[in-house]
């Protein structure tokens, strides 16, 4: 498994031990794009690290709303699932490949005893987790404190560079972790990214443009 060293750096200073445990218990997957990865309440049996492809996670309310939590990219992998294996509970949050997705999967018990006997990859999962977190104060904060009619699309964590042309309504609703309403909310961009969005009705395409370009 060399070919992975530059997706998980942990790897390229690793021990003979660490490096012989995770050439044989480390397997590497395929989920088609669409497919769900995770339920809330599942337990959680493995860990897994991106190679190539997006992953969201996200909550999903009584009333039917839905928030984005963060999502996991090439090198990435999920604090919330670290978090429940080293805690033994069950996941929080659901998953869902957004496209085709190519991952290692650790077992949940070689990473616990991972993480007991290599400090590398204990420095590793829990530098994981820290950096996630910031990704989820960053989204807390964007909800809480920001109302969505003023809302940058270019401030939402982890999603402008892969926004498309065309947003519905209900999408940037769920990005937000607010209602879909009707009526024509107006986003205003910060002068990079996306700027001017204008949404005509309830599940109609976004009219936007990016900085420097009108919106069509």
């Known amino acids: 498994m060399n070919r992975l060293d530059a997706h998980i750096p942990v790897l390229a200073n690793a021990s003979p031990a660490l490096r012989a445990d995770f050439d044989r218990y480390a397997q590497v997957h395929h989920i088609p794009a669409g497919a769900p990865i995770a339920w809330e309440g599942d337990a959680c049996d493995q860990l897994a690290i991106v190679l190539a492809g997006t992953v969201r996670v996200y909550k999903v309310g009584e009333s039917g709303r839905e928030i984005t939590l963060y999502r996991i990219e090439e090198t990435e992998s999920c604090v919330l699932t670290a978090s429940c294996i080293l805690s033994r509970t069950q996941f929080p949050a659901l998953a869902v490949a957004e496209t085709d997705v190519e991952a290692v999967l650790i077992p949940a018990y070689v990473l616990r005893d991972w993480v007991a006997r290599y400090e590398p990859w204990r420095d590793y999962v829990f ?3 820290s950096q996630r977190l910031a990704d989820v104060i960053a989204t ?77």
Not at 149 to 161: D, F, I, M, T, Y
Not at 196 to 203: E, H, Q, V, W
């Open 127 to 129: 530098d994981m987790m």
């Open 140 to 216: 807390v904060e964007e909800v809480a404190f920001r109302r969505m009619e003023r809302a940058s699309p270019s401030s939402w964590p982890g999603w402008a560079k892969t926004a498309p042309p065309s947003i519905t309504h209900q999408e940037i609703a769920s990005e937000l972790g607010t209602g879909a309403r009707s009526g024509q909310p107006h986003l205003e961009g910060s002068g990079t990214g996306w700027s001017d969005c204008t949404l005509p009705r309830r599940g109609d395409a976004a009219r936007c443009g990016r900085a420097g370009r009108p919106a069509p």
